[in-house]
């Protein structure tokens, strides 16, 4: 199983990226706010609770939770996928050195970072105007990613919703958050000779082929 590192900054198109992937390769896609959105949302404990409110913050929730809910997923997928797809993490140098040193217990690295390098306004108009569903996480946009019927879900009909984190007060400390902690990861990974620069801009599965053919 090839371990894949999707790279890029909130609203660069990682989930959807890796929606389309997960369609034409054997790939597990792993989205770490994903799970995290499960975990806070299926849970009245206090945990949950902070969770909940760390992510519509837009901050990052801590190394210690979101690094166990990856050696969780790491330890249940084998051989029946060619590719895991990581998505989301690592978000700060930590957990990359946290991944790096598990992975290595099995005698495993990363084999490819994929960057989906898109322009910062891009970003703002993609994050504000995204949809997701709650019930299946497939993700929309009003204007660029219309689904079939105003509000629902092509894909399970559940009634769209507006993530609180896309909400405009918070995206611009989440893109702040970024660069403060994440960014450094393209010359982290460029370092280890395994970074692959995508444009991040143009028809979705364009972006998708492109991602393909790096991580082949
Ligand atoms: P995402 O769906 O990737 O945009 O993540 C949504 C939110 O989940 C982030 O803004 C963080 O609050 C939290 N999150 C996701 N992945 C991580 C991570 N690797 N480390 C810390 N927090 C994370």
């Known amino acids: 199983m090839k371990i894949i590192v999707i790279l890029g900054a909130p609203g660069s198109g990682k989930g959807t990226v890796a929606a389309r ?19 806070a949302a299926n849970a009245d404990t206090p945990l949950a609770k902070s969770v909940a409110e760390t992510m519509r913050k837009g901050e990052l929730v801590s190394d210690e939770i979101v690094g166990s809910l990856v050696v969780e997923q790491l330890g249940k997928s084998g051989a029946e996928y060619e590719y895991f797809l990581l998505d989301g993490y690592p978000r700060n140098e930590k957990q990359a050195a946290f991944l790096e040193a ?19 306004e891009v970003l703002v108009g993609r994050l504000s105007g995204r949809r997701t569903c709650p019930k299946c996480g497939a993700g929309f946009h009003v204007e660029t990613m219309k689904p079939k019927v105003e509000g629902v879900c092509d894909a399970c009909g559940g009634a769209l919703v507006q993530r609180p984190d896309d909400a ?3 995206v ?3 893109l702040k958050v970024y660069e403060a902690k994440t960014a450094s990861l393209l010359g982290w990974y460029e370092q280890r000779g395994i970074l692959a620069r995508v444009n991040g ?4 599965d364009a972006i998708a082929a492109a991602v393909a053919d790096a991580i082949k």
């Open 21 to 39: 992937l997960v369609k034409t390769l054997p790939l597990k896609h792993v989205s770490t706010g994903d799970l995290l959105r499960a975990a």
């Open 102 to 120: 598990k992975l290595a217990e099995g005698g495993r690295k990363v084999a490819k970072a994929v960057w989906l390098e898109v322009p910062q």
């Open 168 to 170: 405009p007060e918070n």
């Open 172 to 174: 611009a400390n989440r």
């Open 201 to 204: 801009v143009g028809e979705a």
